[in-house]
């Protein structure tokens, strides 16, 4: 799953907080950073760990590019937008940097990893001077060190690194915690470059991952969410038989451990134990993140899925029957080489049939080095916006009617902010969905229950209980 964050370049300060910023670091002798971070979760949270790092060379967290000594670009690779936006940000720098030589400009994440997208970097952003990839973040600090000492720098590792524990970790919310469980994908789905950019699947030992959780609940953080590209496939690559329902349940058992969450499985590997997990482990979320991609098995299997339309729907069956009141998320990709009208309509259909409660919808978008990208009938854009205009509408009825059946009802929502408008707070059921009511701000961090009055496409307004 991939879902673009958007960061503002300059965040929502003034110029006056900006030059206050600036001032106040200079006298603390502490230097600005500001990363923009493009992507996925994985992304997120390795910006929180190259936070962690760069404070440790007392670098500390800006909201705007002009308050920085260095900016980093965490990039992604997986769609085409990250790149375009990457090099329309990135060329706006160059004025700065004429009259800031001293500020350092890096990219790191994904798409360096690439080595077309390394060689076009290296020869048209000259202001750039630090690229690094994803498998030596933790050498971070060093890299920057020899950047302010005056080197120009690229070291993108083309093997996976080592699973580096206990790196120092800045992390965003104080609520909610992301702890990655397991780099790289060994799948090779043909439209993903993952595999090519995250190298293969490396998992953390078991107690490592407990001992991290332990720390998070420890330290009053309520929801932990588990980030890997394929986390049910978690310890198959162990010397121990270590398994994704075995980790799910030594968390369980963490004393005060709040919420649980995972992103993302592969309907391929969802096992009976797995399923289990699901319903035995009390922290564990009524919420599944399922990616499917397509609703047509000829579709699927182009793309390398390994599962059919009728395997997909009997795995859902099967998980609400174990925890009925689970909510079913996934992704969408409309496009892919080939889909045809008829074909594209079974993805219309599967919305309806599984009932998702949303989905992350995509055009498919050719990257460079994966089989479908060779592919010869390429669906033309303007069929591909169609279908995923079609493809929008329905999933939002669909949500719609889903998010209807919370009305009446009162549930545990974790608080993790404001809402949009004064004296409204928002946050999540267990099941994933957005709430929005009226409460003090001091409410928020906590778990309330809130009685749900009305249903909107994408959240739920209520009231507290
Ligand atoms: S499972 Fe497939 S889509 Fe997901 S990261 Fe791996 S290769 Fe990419």
Redesign the pocket.
């Known amino acids: 799953m991939a879902k673009s964050i958007e960061l503002p370049l300059v965040g929502a300060v003034t110029t006056e907080e900006i030059r206050e910023t600036y001032k106040q670091l200079k006298q603390e002798g502490k230097k600005g950073v500001f990363i923009q971070t493009l992507g996925c979760q994985m992304n997120e949270h390795d910006t929180e760990k190259m936070l962690g790092l760069l404070k440790t060379l007392d670098y500390e967290p800006v909201q705007s590019i002009l308050a920085a000594d260095l900016i980093l670009y965490n990039t992604c690779a997986v769609r085409e937008n990250p790149e375009r936006k990457l090099y329309g940000q990135i060329n706006t720098l160059k004025q700065l940097k004429e009259q800031r030589p001293e500020l350092i400009i890096g990219i790191c994440g994904c798409m360096t990893q690439q080595s077309t997208a390394l060689q076009r970097m290296q020869e048209e952003l000259s202001h750039v001077d630090l690229i690094f990839g994803t498998h030596n973040i933790h050498r971070l600090p060093e890299l920057v060190h020899r950047v302010e000492a005056g080197e120009r720098i690229v070291e993108v590792w083309s093997e996976e690194g080592p699973v580096v524990e206990d790196l120092p970790v800045e992390r965003a919310s104080a609520v909610k915690a992301y702890v990655t469980i397991m780099y790289g ?5 043909t ?5 090519y950019v ?1 190298g293969k699947e490396r998992s953390r030992q078991l107690q490592d991952i407990v001992r991290e959780v332990e720390a998070l609940t420890a330290t009053g953080y309520k929801e932990i969410m588990l980030l890997g ?2 986390v049910n496939n978690y310890g198959k690559d162990l010397a121990e038989d270590i398994t994704f329902a075995r980790l799910l349940y030594a968390l369980d058992a963490i004393p005060g451990i709040g919420r649980i969450r995972f992103t ?1 499985p ?1 309907p391929k590997y969802f096992s009976r134990d797995v399923i289990q997990a699901l319903a035995e482990c009390s922290s564990v979320c009524e919420h599944v993140h399922l ?1 499917i ?1 397509a609703g047509n098995d000829r579709v699927l299997r182009r793309m ?2 390994r599962y059919t339309r009728a395997q997909y729907i009997d795995l859902v069956a099967q998980m609400r029957q174990a925890v009925p009141n689970l909510a079913v998320t996934t992704d969408l990709i409309v496009g892919f080489p080939g889909e045809t009208e008829a074909e594209f309509q079974d993805t219309l259909s599967i919305v309806t049939e599984v009932g998702f409660d949303s989905s992350f919808m995509f055009i498919y978008s050719p990257r460079p080095g994966t089989p479908a990208a060779k592919l010869p009938d390429q669906i033309d854009e303007e069929s591909k916006r169609d279908r995923i205009h079609r493809l929008i509408e329905v999933q939002n009825k669909v949500s719609l009617q889903r998010n209807a059946t919370y009305v009446g009802n009162e549930y545990e929502v974790l608080v993790d902010g404001l809402g949009k408008e004064p004296g409204l707070v928002a946050g999540r059921t267990r099941t994933g969905k957005l709430v929005t009511f009226a409460a003090a701000p001091d409410v928020v961090g906590q778990l309330v229950q809130v009685r749900i009055n009305k249903a909107n496409t994408w959240s739920l307004e209520g009231e507290q209980c």
């Open positions: 994908c060994n799948q090779f789905c439209y993903c470059i993952v595999p995250r590209q394929n993302s592969h990616p991609q390398g899925r």
